[in-house]
């Protein structure tokens, strides 16, 4: 089993920056692609952005591309999520999670943490 642990939220006026922190226990996965995930009160779960182990290689949502960076501390067992020019609508719990494969869809992913909260006052 893979553990994760999202850390960094909290409460942050429009235009300001935050980073999150996804700390990684359990089997080893090497071979995972990790994903940052958000779901504002009453929407769906929307992609954000991803990051391949192997080769460090990265995606982005149209909507956060050039606000966000997503990097990974293989020490560390831990991804980070850089949000800068927070906008209002980037309100969310934010989610860590694990795949197997290479996947924007969240139904792909096989593990996921408790979620850290941002909220971005405007």
């Known amino acids: 089993q893979v553990q994760l642990v999202e850390s960094g939220g909290g409460l942050v006026q429009a235009g300001g920056s935050l980073r999150l922190s996804c700390a990684a226990s359990g089997r080893t996965f090497s071979r995972y692609v990790m994903g940052w995930f958000r779901q504002a009160p009453g929407k769906e779960r929307e992609f954000v952005a991803s990051v391949r182990w192997s080769a460090l290689s990265t995606y982005y949502a149209d909507s956060v591309r050039g606000r966000f960076t997503i990097s990974g501390d293989r020490a560390k067992n831990t991804v980070y999520l850089q949000m800068n020019a927070l906008k209002p609508e980037d309100t969310a719990v934010y989610y860590c999670?694990?795949?197997?494969?290479?996947?924007?869809?969240?139904?792909?992913?096989?593990?996921w943490g408790q979620g850290t909260q941002v909220t971005v006052a405007s």
């Open positions: 999670a694990a795949s197997g494969v290479a996947t924007q869809l969240p139904q792909s992913y096989d593990y």
